[in-house]
């Protein structure tokens, strides 16, 4: 079945860089958008960008641009996302998601937790 | 402004049938979808772009949207339906194209 399947929680101190990966299977995986989106505690949900995986073209939202880097290895069907620069307000489940249509998301990944403290 | 916006909480006994509303303000033209969320887990579409359904979601989801409203219906509501549901929408903008409702939480009485 199509899966997503996320790395692990992380702790990281203020200024620190974080780097999740997204691994895929069940389908091919250069032929779907993967997503990053992110959902704080108590907050809702906050998309982060996009990557292609067949090209590895990428778009960030505004508020990420300058601290985000989205790549992805096709030969293994994994996506990265790494955020620079972390702040507090990073702390957040971070999630991966393929993009089955006009970014209509499914499946996600399970999600990874950062957190980001001093 | 625009966005999505949700009610925080809806409840309803098993066996009857809960309303979740999604009402779209200066956002999107394109349908909404609709993902539920449990505790500690990932969210999980149950209706695109309005009104479909996926294969592995129960009959007893369904979707539907007039104006700037749109509606998950879940007949025949059972506990494990107990969550977070999420609507989402294209916004059409390439800084914010991904919009969520701010998720409201189905309690089952």
């Known amino acids: 079945q199509v899966q997503l399947v996320q790395s692990g929680a992380e702790m990281k101190k203020p200024g620190d860089a974080v780097k999740v990966s997204c691994k895929a299977s069940g389908y091919t995986f250069t032929d779907y958008y993967i997503h990053w989106l992110r959902q704080a505690p108590g907050r809702g949900f906050q998309w982060l960008g996009w990557i292609n995986p067949d090209r590895g073209g990428t778009k960030s939202g505004r508020d990420f641009q300058d601290r985000i880097r989205m790549t992805r290895d096709t030969s293994s069907g994994t996506a990265y996302m790494e955020l620079t620069g972390l702040r507090s307000d990073d702390t957040a489940v971070y999630f991966c998601?393929?993009?089955?249509?006009?970014?209509?998301?499914?499946?996600w990944g399970q999600g990874t937790l950062v957190t980001v403290s001093s | 402004s625009y966005g999505l916006i949700q009610a925080p909480s809806v409840s309803v006994a098993p066996g009857q049938t809960a309303k979740i509303i999604c009402t779209r303000d200066n956002i999107g033209t394109t349908g909404v979808h609709w993902y539920q969320q449990k505790p500690g887990q990932a969210p999980m579409l149950v209706i695109s772009?309005?009104?479909d359904r996926p294969s592995n979601i129960p009959e007893r989801f369904s979707g539907s949207a007039s104006g700037t409203t749109a509606t998950l219906t879940i007949s025949r509501v059972e506990a494990g339906d107990e969550a977070d549901y999420y609507c989402?929408?294209?916004?059409?903008?390439?800084?914010?194209?991904?919009?969520f409702g701010g998720g409201t939480k189905l309690t089952v009485l």
């Open positions: 989402q929408v294209w916004a059409g903008s390439s800084d914010l194209p991904a919009v």
């Open positions: 772009f309005d009104t």
């Open positions: 998601a393929r993009d089955v249509r006009q970014f209509l998301f499914d499946p």
